[in-house]
């Protein structure tokens, strides 16, 4: 790099203040407060001859005085001093016009004749004399004058030039300054390589690359020595190819540090050749170690993303401003033969559900984001597949939209699954509609002694009325008060047959919030007549307070009834021991409703009876199905609850089921 000049060159450096940029410079000035000859106010042409002209005058003067009051000779010396000082300050020609003045008034005043202008030929000598003394004066002083200028002007332009170079160097200084600051940032040194002489100069930047000493003489040889041993075969070829073809090089490389690191190094170099014919490299060294582990992350970035992608379920899609797909995962079959379609175009249900795509296609157009998006296409093979879609926009910079990218999944199994369920809950809400059936056939006479009891009280009060209407003397308020009986006994045959009708009836549960309570009661007063004639006694010990739940009303029903008329039927073959049923309703804990119907029947032999009697088909009945129990466990546990048997220590079994407590917020 370039450096300063010597510190005691004249002119100090205080020409120079703050950056060259800023720094200001002027001509000097050569005499304390005044400036150069040549340039005052008297240097012009008339000034300088009246000068001329006045000093004669002077000169004149002081010699006449001289002569009349001192009575001496006239003083040639004083027209002669006269003339150099002229020829001094006014040059050559002023010089000149002096010297012709000076020599008429020498001959007109002091030179017999006096006042005249006739010369004596004693006086030629003297004349001649004065003549060439003068003319030498007026050349000396004219060419010491010339000089002197001369002199000061190229003075004055070596000052100026040396503080051009000073102001060049302090410019070139600040810009290596800048250059050695931008190649550490940057992370890039240069290099200068002469082919002729084998000289190699390297920046600051350089030396701190390889880490040597800037007291170091950089060579080919320590250059090489820093390079990988992997790499140095290679370096060393294109280092001898260059030398030998004086062509540009671009090449890259490891760098072995002395404590174990590796750098990753990019030297490229521009070869020209001078007016010899020797060629000179300028190159650049740059440390792209960053760069290289930025790219190796990236590669395995984007190589842990191909085997997500190609393990995964998943398959990644792209569409275009227009929604067609532009860009699929090699995954995909499922839409590998859709690439310039609409996601509508290559699905196979917009005619069966045309809502649903119209509000897809406002969210498309809207360009917002949408999840779990589910459609059915085909396969290249003509078979259906389920796909769930979920993608975002993409906007350019300026805020422009490109399209869509997303995830989309083969979810065929999970919807076949889906309809299997769906499929299954119809043939298990089927079976529990025959069961309901069934179990209304075995009531019977339950329901119809239940129907039988307000139907005839209906009976004896329409008859009552009808006396009382018929009498000479109609009792209207008793004819009142049989008809408002009539009504009840209606109301009470209609609730048995609603709820008949409800056990009947072939529809979805449907959820409300309901008393525990109730439901037992509701069960009660339709298996009452069975159970009169059963010879079974009832005993309720329901919670005083409310219990409610979240349930349908007729699948509760359906459960209890089943596990009252399992009760019932294990206690017919029991004589040893009055046939009583409990049931009981209570809090379980904070959350939970507890549900038992206990029994004094045959009980239930083993643990592994107790598990195994709800399984389809598992009975121990002679004439059973083995479905009521496995249906009522179903039912439970689709309300969230649990039903589970287990034998009395006396005798007997006790079922019971828990249902979650139904908050009113819920």
Same mark, same amino acid.
């Given at each position: 790099?370039?450096?300063?000049?010597?510190?005691?060159?004249?002119?100090?450096?205080?020409?120079?203040?703050?950056?060259?940029?800023?720094?200001?410079?002027?001509?000097?000035?050569?005499?304390?407060?005044?400036?150069?000859?040549?340039?005052?106010?008297?240097?012009?042409?008339?000034?300088?001859?009246?000068?001329?002209?006045?000093?004669?005058?002077?000169?004149?003067?002081?010699?006449?005085?001289?002569?009349? /009051?001192?009575?001496?000779?006239?003083?040639?010396?004083? /027209?002669?001093?006269?003339?150099?000082?002229?020829?001094?300050?006014?040059?050559?020609?002023?010089?000149?016009?002096?010297?012709?003045?000076?020599?008429?008034?020498?001959? &007109?005043?002091?030179?017999?004749?006096?006042?005249?202008?006739?010369?004596?030929?004693?006086?030629?000598?003297?004349?001649?004399?004065?003549?060439?003394?003068?003319?030498?004066?007026?050349?000396?002083?004219?060419?010491?004058?010339?000089?002197?200028?001369?002199?000061?002007?190229?003075?004055?332009?070596?000052?100026?030039?040396?503080?051009?170079?000073?102001?060049?160097?302090?410019?070139?200084?600040?810009?290596?300054?800048?250059?050695?600051?931008?190649?550490?940032?940057?992370?890039?040194?240069?290099?200068?390589?002469?082919?002729?002489?084998?000289?190699?100069?390297?920046?600051?930047?350089?030396?701190?690359? /390889?880490?040597?000493?800037?007291?170091?003489?950089?060579?080919?040889?320590?250059?090489?020595?820093?390079?990988?041993?992997?790499?140095?075969?290679?370096?060393?070829?294109?280092?001898?190819?260059?030398?030998?073809?004086?062509?540009?090089?671009?090449?890259?490389?490891?760098?072995?540090?002395?404590?174990?690191?590796?750098?990753?190094?990019?030297?490229?170099?521009?070869?020209?050749?001078?007016?010899?014919?020797?060629?000179?490299?300028?190159?650049?060294?740059?440390?792209?170690?960053?760069?290289?582990?930025?790219?190796?992350?990236?590669?395995?970035?984007?190589?842990? /993303?191909?085997?997500?992608?190609?393990?995964?379920?998943?398959?990644?899609?792209?569409? #275009?401003?227009?929604?067609?797909?532009?860009?699929?995962?090699?995954?995909?079959?499922?839409?590998?033969?859709?690439? #310039?379609?609409?996601?509508?175009?290559?699905?196979?249900?917009?005619?069966?559900?045309?809502?649903?795509?119209?509000?897809?296609?406002?969210?498309?157009?809207?360009?917002?984001?949408?999840?779990?998006?589910?459609?059915?296409?085909?396969?290249?093979?003509?078979?259906?597949? &389920?796909?769930?879609?979920?993608?975002?926009?993409?906007?350019?910079?300026?805020?422009?939209?490109?399209?869509?990218?997303?995830?989309?999944?083969?979810?065929?199994?999970?919807?076949?699954?889906?309809? *299997?369920?769906?499929?299954?809950?119809?043939?298990?809400?089927?079976?529990?509609?025959?069961?309901?059936?069934?179990?209304?056939?075995?009531?019977?006479?339950?329901?119809?002694?239940?129907?039988?009891?307000?139907?005839?009280?209906?009976?004896?009060?329409?008859?009552?009325?009808?006396?009382?209407?018929?009498?000479?003397?109609?009792?209207?308020?008793?004819?009142?008060?049989?008809?408002?009986?009539?009504?009840?006994?209606?109301?009470?045959?209609?609730?048995?047959?609603?709820?008949?009708?409800?056990?009947?009836?072939?529809?979805?549960?449907?959820?409300?919030?309901?008393?525990?309570?109730?439901?037992?009661?509701?069960?009660?007063?339709?298996?009452?007549?069975?159970?009169?004639?059963?010879?079974?006694?009832?005993?309720?010990?329901?919670?005083?307070?409310?219990?409610?739940?979240?349930?349908?009303?007729?699948?509760?029903?359906?459960?209890?009834?089943?596990?009252?008329?399992?009760?019932?039927?294990?206690?017919?073959?029991?004589?040893?021991?009055?046939?009583?049923?409990?049931?009981?309703?209570?809090?379980?804990?904070?959350?939970?409703?507890?549900?038992?119907?206990?029994?004094? #029947?045959?009980?239930?032999?083993?643990?592994?009876?107790?598990?195994?009697?709800?399984? *389809?088909?598992?009975?121990?009945?002679?004439?059973?199905?083995?479905?009521?129990?496995?249906?009522?466990?179903?039912?439970?546990?689709?309300?969230? #609850?649990?039903?589970?048997?287990?034998?009395?220590?006396?005798?007997?079994?006790?079922?019971?089921?828990?249902?979650?407590?139904?908050?009113?917020?819920?």
């Amino acid at each position: 790099m370039l450096r300063g000049q010597n510190e005691n060159d004249a002119g100090a450096s205080d020409l120079l203040v703050g950056p060259p940029e800023a720094a200001t410079w002027s001509r000097p000035v050569l005499f304390s407060g005044q400036p150069i000859a040549g340039v005052a106010p008297w240097s012009s042409t008339i000034s300088r001859y009246a000068i001329a002209v006045l000093a004669m005058a002077v000169a004149l003067a002081a010699s006449k005085a001289a002569v009349t /009051f001192l009575h001496i000779e006239p003083f040639v010396s004083l /027209f002669l001093c006269a003339i150099m000082v002229v020829a001094w300050f006014g040059g050559f020609g002023p010089g000149l016009l002096a010297t012709v003045l000076g020599l008429l008034a020498f001959d &007109y005043y002091l030179v017999p004749p006096i006042d005249a202008f006739t010369v004596d030929s004693k006086q030629l000598p003297r004349l001649a004399l004065f003549l060439a003394v003068a003319l030498f004066v007026n050349w000396l002083s004219a060419s010491q004058r010339t000089a002197t200028r001369s002199l000061r002007r190229s003075r004055n332009d070596l000052l100026a030039a040396l503080e051009d170079q000073r102001r060049i160097e302090a410019r070139l200084l600040h810009s290596e300054m800048y250059l050695a600051e931008a190649q550490r940032l940057s992370q890039t040194g240069s290099f200068g390589w002469n082919l002729a002489t084998g000289e190699l100069l390297w920046s600051e930047e350089t030396f701190r690359i /390889f880490q040597y000493d800037r007291t170091t003489k950089p060579d080919l040889a320590s250059a090489i020595q820093r390079v990988h041993p992997e790499d140095r075969t290679l370096a060393q070829q294109t280092i001898d190819l260059a030398s030998s073809d004086g062509r540009d090089f671009d090449h890259e490389f490891r760098l072995l540090m002395p404590d174990g690191a590796v750098k990753y190094i990019r030297a490229l170099a521009h070869a020209s050749r001078d007016e010899s014919g020797n060629v000179r490299f300028v190159g650049a060294v740059m440390d792209v170690t960053a760069t290289k582990k930025a790219e190796e992350e990236l590669r395995q970035s984007e190589q842990r /993303f191909r085997d997500f992608a190609e393990t995964a379920s998943d398959w990644f899609w792209e569409t #275009g401003p227009d929604h067609r797909l532009v860009s699929v995962s090699r995954k995909s079959t499922a839409v590998s033969g859709s690439i #310039g379609m609409t996601i509508w175009e290559a699905a196979c249900d917009v005619e069966e559900e045309p809502e649903k795509w119209r509000l897809h296609r406002d969210i498309l157009n809207a360009h917002a984001a949408f999840r779990d998006f589910r459609f059915r296409s085909m396969k290249a093979n003509g078979s259906p597949v &389920y796909l769930a879609a979920s993608g975002r926009p993409v906007f350019n910079s300026a805020g422009v939209f490109l399209g869509y990218r997303g995830v989309a999944s083969d979810i065929s199994a999970t919807v076949r699954a889906e309809q *299997a369920e769906a499929a299954l809950q119809e043939a298990q809400a089927n079976l529990a509609h025959a069961t309901r059936v069934t179990t209304l056939g075995e009531l019977a006479a339950s329901i119809a002694h239940e129907v039988n009891q307000p139907l005839a009280a209906i009976m004896a009060n329409a008859e009552a009325c009808l006396r009382w209407l018929s009498s000479d003397s109609p009792n209207m308020d008793a004819a009142r008060r049989s008809v408002e009986w009539i009504i009840n006994d209606g109301s009470r045959a209609a609730d048995v047959i609603g709820r008949v009708r409800a056990l009947a009836a072939k529809k979805g549960g449907e959820k409300t919030r309901l008393d525990i309570n109730e439901v037992v009661n509701e069960v009660r007063a339709l298996v009452q007549r069975q159970l009169s004639d059963s010879r079974v006694s009832l005993r309720m010990e329901l919670a005083p307070a409310a219990l409610m739940v979240c349930a349908d009303r007729v699948q509760l029903q359906q459960v209890i009834i089943n596990l009252v008329m399992n009760g019932v039927e294990a206690m017919q073959s029991v004589s040893d021991r009055p046939h009583e049923l409990t049931i009981r309703s209570q809090r379980d804990n904070v959350s939970q409703v507890l549900v038992t119907v206990e029994d004094r #029947g045959v009980g239930i032999s083993s643990a592994e009876n107790a598990d195994r009697m709800f399984d *389809a088909f598992f009975t121990t009945k002679s004439n059973g199905l083995g479905l009521g129990l496995s249906i009522c466990r179903s039912i439970i546990e689709a309300h969230g #609850g649990r039903l589970s048997a287990s034998g009395n220590a006396g005798q007997g079994a006790t079922f019971q089921f828990t249902l979650p407590q139904c908050d009113e917020d819920t």
